[in-house]
Every structure is written in structure tokens, then in C-alpha cells.
């Protein structure tokens, strides 16, 4: 993989040599909450209070090397909506307040970065190096089965002009097939969406299945018309890894959430 695990000033975050514009993936290491979410917790509105938020968003943006001033949040509700962002959106999530819901952000605006959130779901950030337009997607299995990701890649065609075949994705850390174990409405919900493709990523063990959701977001790119080796994958499972994330699945609603995000220069 292309993924880096990187440390600066003690917050520990990702990066993908894949990607040639500021962005990066967060864990849960360098911040300043309390436990439960310490300590690099990027989830607004929980216990920890806002001074703490700004103030991992701060650490969490200097590392990324983006505006934290002008960062623009998700608001994810497992759905497919895809939001086009403009200079009007700067702020929306820390400073504003979100006048939307979307699991998915796209903008060819500079300076414009975009956040989507995860403890255990998928985040994927995408880039355009023709247009510069830059995304940033939710995708957990609503999201996957719903085909999130073949909507954010239209909608960067639509609105930017962004060729599939030109665009590179960085799929980040998530739960993966050895801790996702599920009854059948999820494969059912991912072979409804993908039919046969859905197979490879779908393992039968005793009455459970044991899903892997990187490899469905990634065939999913494919579907949308992206090159294989356009597109890095993680590969680390946030569930077997307490060390350094959040896993809704292991912790349930005390902790706190990573973030991804991405800046077109």
C-alpha cells in the first residue's frame, strides 16, 4: 500500500503517497480530550466540550496542512446525498452551523477542505489532478450497498468535469473482513447493489458472514470507471486496532470518531 503511518507534534495521522494535495487521515493519538475519547477525538458535540474540539482540529489541520478556519464538515446520516461546496460552506461544522446533511463532500474551490467522518465505516478521499476538484466520502455498508462512491465520481463529472479514468482515490482505515461479521441482510443489501461482483468480498462462516468493506468500496470505484492503480487501500482494520482508533463495533457511543480530510491547492 501507499499509505504512510505518520507522527508530527505527537498526533499521529495517514497520508497516501497517491494523493499530490494536502489531505490526511486521523487516528485517535496527539489530541487533548479525556477519556473516553482521548485523545484525538474530531466528533462535534460530545462530552468533551468545543475548546477541546478546536483544539484537536487545530493540531489535526497543522498536520494536514490545511485552513482549519475554512474546514467544511459532513453531516453523515448513512445516506447517499453528495453536496457540492462552495466559498459559501467555509466554516460549516466547527464555526457554522450545517444547513445540510451529506455523507459526501466535493469541491474544486482552493483552500476549501472538506471532512468526513469514521470509527469503523469507510472514508475515501478523491482527487481530480486535471479539474483539481477534490472529494471526501462516508461509505459505511448503507452508504457501500446504496452506491455512494459511483455517486460522488458522477457528481465530480457533472459539476467539475472530472474523468473517472483521471481520478485518484485513497480508501483509509475501516473495519475490516475479519472483525465484520453480520447476518445476511448486509450481503444481501451488497449483491442487490453489485450482483455477482459483491461475491469476492462476502465470506460464509457458519451462520455469520464476515464482510469486507474496503474491497466493496473499492469495486464500487471500479464500477464508477476508475483505474485499479489509481486507487490505494489502507488495509487496517479499525477494530483490531484500539491502539490507534475508534471502533464503534468494539466501543459502542463512548468514544470519539476519526476524520479524513482533503484540500484542493
Not at 475515501?124 to 472529494?135: E, F, Q, R, T, W
Not at 471526501?136 to 458522477?154: D, F, P, S
Not at 489502507?234 to 463495533?249: E, I, K, M, V, Y
Request: aromatic share 6%; net charge neutral.
Amino acid at each position: 500500500m501507499a499509505f504512510q503511518i505518520q507522527e508530527q507534534n505527537g498526533v499521529v495521522f495517514l497520508t497516501s503517497s497517491l494523493l499530490p494535495v494536502p489531505h490526511a487521515f486521523s487516528t485517535r493519538l496527539g489530541g487533548v480530550s479525556p477519556a473516553p475519547w482521548d485523545s484525538l477525538n474530531l466528533r462535534p458535540g460530545m462530552g468533551d466540550g468545543g475548546d477541546a474540539l478546536r483544539e484537536n482540529y487545530r493540531r489535526f489541520c497543522g498536520c494536514a496542512g490545511v485552513s482549519m478556519d475554512r474546514l467544511v464538515l459532513s453531516r453523515q446520516v448513512h445516506e447517499t446525498t453528495v453536496r457540492p461546496c462552495t466559498a459559501g460552506d467555509a466554516g460549516k461544522g466547527l464555526d457554522r452551523q450545517r444547513d445540510y446533511t451529506a455523507d459526501s463532500l466535493i469541491t474544486d474551490e482552493k483552500d476549501l477542505p472538506l471532512a468526513v467522518f469514521s470509527a469503523d465505516c469507510g472514508v475515501i478521499l478523491l482527487h481530480d489532478p486535471v479539474s483539481g476538484a477534490v472529494g471526501g466520502v462516508h461509505a459505511g455498508w448503507r452508504g457501500c450497498a446504496g452506491g455512494i462512491l459511483e455517486r460522488a465520481v458522477q457528481a465530480m463529472g457533472r459539476n467539475y468535469g472530472a474523468k473517472p479514468e483521471n481520478l485518484l482515490a485513497a480508501i483509509g482505515p475501516c473495519i475490516g473482513q475479519c472483525c465484520f461479521e453480520t447476518d445476511g441482510d448486509v450481503p444481501d443489501a451488497m449483491r442487490s447493489a453489485l450482483g455477482a461482483d459483491a461475491e469476492p468480498f462476502l465470506e460464509r462462516r457458519g451462520s455469520k458472514y464476515h464482510i469486507d468493506l474496503a474491497g466493496l468500496n473499492r469495486q464500487w470505484l471500479l464500477r464508477s470507471g476508475m483505474l485499479p492503480e489509481r486507487i490505494d487501500v489502507c488495509g487496517l482494520c479499525t477494530a483490531c486496532r484500539p491502539d490507534l482508533f475508534w471502533s464503534h463495533r468494539k466501543m459502542g457511543d463512548a468514544r470519539g470518531v476519526q476524520a479524513a480530510v482533503i484540500s484542493a491547492k
